[in-house]
């Protein structure tokens, strides 16, 4: 089992670019969550999707939008970068509901997006 | 609405000697609680996890956790730190929805374990 993954391991891009980080969740699993870490801070959620649909959503612009895939895997899509932007991008991945009383998120190393 | 407070940013122990990690939460629901630790360029590992069972919660790596509902607090501790524990930790909150599945995760700001030789 791969476990969460994720890609890239690292990008570079300037203010104003769009950029889209990836997730492949951990098999059998149905559930996508995102999550921004900012240095020396703990990791903020973004949204979770589920059914190819956004279940969730935390306090995030709509610049912050994603997309969830027929074979569960999704995209994390950031419009009009701004330097605040630039943190450590994590996926998680779980059982979705129906599944069991309590679903564990297991996470991805992260994608280091670093906006200059 | 809920949040957690990890009352500690940086907690320095001596090697064999007691790890205490503080945190309190608040949150509107019953809440699910967790411990998550990361390692530098390693991803987010869940130590323990409560979930309205034992308020007693053993993890891995022989770390435990106490929910303390009055006090609204769920603190981590081991009898005896390592080398290898020093990292970040995180204290967690969420809950469920009433179909399963869970709420996206709450993180503290996290508590930075420095163990001495």
């Known amino acids: 089992d791969a476990g969460v993954t994720q890609s890239p391991t690292h990008l570079i891009k300037t203010r104003g670019q769009q950029v889209t980080l990836r997730c492949s969740p951990k098999?059998?699993?149905?559930?996508v969550s995102w999550y921004q870490q900012a240095l020396g801070q703990g990791p903020q959620f973004i949204f979770q999707?589920?059914?190819?649909?956004?279940?969730q959503r935390g306090n995030f612009p709509d610049r912050f939008s994603g997309h969830q895939f027929p074979n569960y895997s999704s995209e994390l899509n950031v419009n009009a970068l701004l330097l605040g932007d630039s943190a450590l991008y994590l996926c998680?991945?779980?059982?979705?509901?129906?599944?069991?009383?309590?679903?564990?998120?297991?996470f991805g190393p992260g994608t280091r997006l670093t906006v200059l | 609405a809920q949040s957690v407070t990890q009352l500690d940013s940086h907690v320095s122990v001596s090697e064999g000697t007691p790890v205490l990690l503080r945190c309190n939460y608040s949150s509107s629901y019953s809440p699910s609680l967790f411990w998550y630790v990361q390692h530098p360029n390693k991803g987010l590992q869940l130590l323990l996890k409560y979930t309205s069972a034992a308020t007693l919660v053993k993890g891995i790596n022989g770390f435990e956790a106490e929910f303390k509902k009055s006090e609204t607090s769920f603190h981590l501790t081991k009898p005896s730190a390592h080398m290898s524990d020093a990292a970040e930790y995180f204290c967690?909150?969420?809950?469920?929805?009433?179909?399963?599945?869970?709420?996206?995760?709450?993180f503290g700001k996290g508590t930075h374990l420095i163990i001495q030789p």
């Open positions: 098999s059998g699993h149905d559930t």
């Open positions: 967690v909150v969420s809950h469920m929805y009433s179909g399963g599945g869970a709420d996206g995760l709450t």
């Open positions: 998680a991945s779980s059982l979705g509901p129906g599944q069991g009383a309590y679903n564990e998120q297991f």
């Open positions: 999707y589920y059914e190819e649909e956004e279940r």
